[in-house]
């Protein structure tokens, strides 16, 4: 299991954690590639090798609506290039994402 971000009740978080089911305990995994910024209320889903980050807000309460590729095989993020093509009309928060047939859905948002 792996989480990316967060709130820690006082800070947005940029940290990347893995969950080893074999020792119960948590890794840090070290930021590598173009790690995104600190964030929290954002969405990831895993598809094949990848977690895809979406959307989010920062401590400045700044909206995000980039979509972020964290490959497992190679340990780094990437920034989906060609998605901005798609041009949301607003940054997206409070939102959620699923994977349905090779393709990444975004339902619901708080937008501003």
Not at 43 to 56: H, L
Not at 74 to 81: A, E, F, G, K
Request: proline residues 2%; aromatic residues 14%.
């Amino acid at each position: 299991m792996y989480i990316f971000g967060g709130w820690n009740g006082h800070d947005t978080l940029d940290d990347l954690m893995e969950f080893s089911t074999a020792t119960k305990t948590w890794i840090s995994v070290p930021g590598r590639g173009s790690v995104p910024c600190s964030r929290y209320r954002h969405s990831a889903v895993v598809y094949g090798c990848c977690m895809f980050v979406f959307g989010g807000v920062d401590k400045r309460q700044a909206r995000f609506s980039d979509l972020l590729e964290f490959n497992f095989d190679t340990r780094s993020w990437n920034t989906v290039r060609g998605f901005a093509a798609v041009q949301f009309r607003y940054q997206k928060l409070e939102h959620g994402e699923r994977v349905c047939c090779s393709s990444i859905s975004i339902r619901g948002a708080g937008i501003r």
